[in-house]
């Protein structure tokens, strides 16, 4: 078919799938299609992909012209092994689905396979279709974007067999970010086929290359740890039909359509926009600038050639924007040292005004400025706040709970602001924000250390990309009000930002297999150490218990502080120390250290070895 020439060839999928049965909770008796290869388009603007023969095509793929481009699914069946619903559910990972999809690495066996992946998309068609009141007078849409893993094409075509099996129109974009999958449920552009009514991201962030995973989205956001367990519940039962299907039956069943959008392209050119709007409507306000990007092989090297370069901005020097998902250069991770390491190396070898550098889904982000002078975690919240404080006098900054007490006085004696510091978790924190404007408080920014950051002109989306975007249009804005180029403007905002000398996280595992657990959770004994820390403080006169505090025990000392929590999802108890030297920060250690000694399945060989015992 004509199908790389970018036109729309006609179709007669929406004729076809309003037909199909919307009982999705009994037989599921659905059509069972696997994807043509031959027919899909590489992934957009990526040389790498995954194929049957789990080895990867490393050609050099053309570049995918704007438009629709329709292809066929054919059926396939295969022998299935029997998988227990308890399976399906250890795959959540909070907000998430994360499992092992590449096999060969000692120790973590195949969890989301093909089959598996199926079910799940399935399991969504079926959640999502509860959720829809008014449908029958159109077929639903489901977008799928994924990143640059290895298992990424493999996983995107088992997608889109289970929402195919459950008749919903499927619309592939291929590589893309999980910021733009968000966006698809919003944009309305029927060229496009949008808006979509769900959104399917395959990703697993920053982790190894062997795992992968999903993201779910409708125009309401991101899925909650309610809607995840549903699903997985749902794609658990469903499993169980697919294992149980007539293979010369589905073998019949006539072929169902895809589609295949480049959507990135309408992503990037909403954030060219908006950088241009801020300048004054200037075509090219970012001209003369120098930036450098660090993709890190992952999703994000779109931003150099759809956001930077039509803004005027100077990219040579940009690093690893081709998609590998082996990570051959370092991990996509605003947070690794290695990671931070590169961007500044590429900042001051090219002497660049700035820096700026995207995790493997491009939702997370990280600056740094011509000085080399790094804008992640705390200095990165404080910049934001700043930026967004000036926009809204006086607004709630929600913060995740490792935040430091610097960051506090600056947010609210510099700025004027006030600032809430809530759980770990980015959905944690978005939903903690959206809370506070239910109930009258005004709150404009959520925003972790981990950088994920979200904003309520965003529709409150944790987007990477539109962090760099409010940047770029502080050093666009303030060139048009004559203050100068370069990045300047920036380091200035966080001028009297309070830092810690001494910043560690110490993580302290709980064993499960340990005797002294007598059967419980290692939930149940994390619980207990953290009671038992908090009694031990009560009665040091030289601590203090914050008298605000949603997540672990937070305490201050020292002239620094410390909290210990419990992981969100792992048997791990996290230890964060801040203090003004390394001396009163193995005080705190020691305090801890102390107070936790008895628990005798805590491995804490971590805090005994900061603290020189």
């Not at 059509?31 to 290869?37: A, E, G, N, Q, V």
């Not at 066996?109 to 009141?133: M, N, R, Y």
């Not at 954030?271 to 003369?288: C, F, Q, S």
Request: hydrophobic share 40%.
């Amino acid at each position: 078919m004509a199908a790389l020439s970018g036109k729309v060839v006609q179709h007669n999928l929406v004729a076809k799938c309003c037909q199909q049965d919307r009982e999705l909770s009994t037989k599921y008796r659905l059509y069972y299609c696997t994807l043509s290869r031959r027919n899909l388009l590489p992934p957009v603007g990526g040389k790498l992909a995954w194929n049957g023969n789990s080895t990867m095509q490393l050609d050099a793929l053309s570049k995918f012209k704007r438009g629709i481009v329709y292809c066929n699914a054919a059926s396939s069946s295969t022998a299935i092994p029997t998988v227990e619903k308890s399976n399906f559910l250890k795959l959540q990972n909070g907000s998430d689905i994360r499992g092992v999809a590449v096999d060969g690495v000692e120790g973590e066996p195949l969890t989301l396979t093909e089959t598996v992946t199926e079910a799940i998309a399935a399991g969504f068609s079926g959640w999502l279709l509860a959720k829809k009141k008014n449908v029958s007078s159109k077929c639903l849409r489901v977008s799928i974007g994924h990143d640059s893993r290895i298992s990424a094409q493999k996983l995107q075509d088992a997608v889109s067999r289970g929402l195919a099996r459950a008749g919903v129109e499927v619309i592939q974009y291929g590589l893309a970010s999980t910021p733009a999958m968000f966006n698809s449920t919003l944009t309305e552009n029927e060229e496009f086929s949008c808006p979509v009514d769900g959104s399917i991201m395959i990703t697993a962030s920053h982790l190894p290359y062997n795992r992968n995973g999903f993201k779910f989205f409708t125009s309401a956001g991101g899925l909650g740890k309610p809607d995840i367990k549903d699903i997985l519940e749902r794609a658990a039962d469903i499993y169980k039909n697919i294992a149980n299907d007539d293979s010369k039956g589905a073998e019949t069943a006539a072929s169902l359509d895809v589609k295949r959008v480049d959507y990135m392209s309408v992503y990037a050119s909403n954030l060219v926009a908006a950088v241009r709007k801020a300048a004054g409507n200037i075509e090219k306000p970012l001209e003369g600038f120098h930036i450098v990007v660090d993709a890190g092989n992952g999703a994000g090297g779109f931003f150099v050639g759809k956001v930077l370069e039509p803004l005027g901005a100077i990219t040579s020097g940009s690093q690893f924007l081709e998609p590998d998902g082996l990570f051959p250069n370092h991990i996509p991770n605003p947070e690794d040292k290695t990671a931070m390491k590169a961007i500044t190396k590429a900042v001051l070898d090219n002497r660049a005004d700035l820096g700026i550098i995207f995790d493997t889904d491009v939702d997370r982000s990280a600056a740094v400025d011509s000085s080399g002078r790094e804008f992640n975690r705390n200095r990165l919240i404080a910049l934001m706040s700043a930026i967004i404080l000036e926009e809204h006098p006086g607004t709630t900054i929600v913060t995740d709970s490792v935040t430091s007490d610097g960051l506090t006085t600056f947010i609210e004696k510099k700025l004027g602001g006030k600032h809430h510091r809530f759980k770990r978790g980015y959905k944690n924190v978005i939903d903690e924000a959206i809370r506070l404007n239910s109930v009258g408080e005004e709150a404009h920014l959520a925003i972790e250390t981990s950088g994920h950051g979200a904003l309520k002109e965003n529709h409150w989306l944790d987007d990477g990309a539109y962090l760099m975007v409010k940047l770029l249009n502080k050093l666009a804005s303030a060139r048009t009000s004559g203050l100068g180029g370069g990045s300047k403007v920036l380091t200035d905002m966080v001028e009297g930002l309070e830092e810690p000398a001494v910043a560690v996280e110490l993580r302290l595992k709980i064993d499960q297999n340990h005797p002294d657990l007598q059967g419980g959770s290692f939930r149940d004994y994390g619980e207990a150490v953290l009671k038992q820390l908090e009694n031990t403080v009560e009665l040091d006169a030289k601590l203090l218990k914050a008298p605000v505090n949603y997540e672990g025990v937070r305490v201050s000392g020292y002239g620094g502080w410390f909290l210990l929590r419990l992981s969100l999802h792992d048997p791990v108890l996290p230890l964060n120390i801040e203090a003004p030297s390394k001396e009163d920060a193995v005080k705190l250690a020691h305090d801890v250290l102390n107070a936790v000694k008895g628990f005798t399945a805590l491995d804490t060989s971590a805090l005994t070895k900061f603290v020189g015992v």
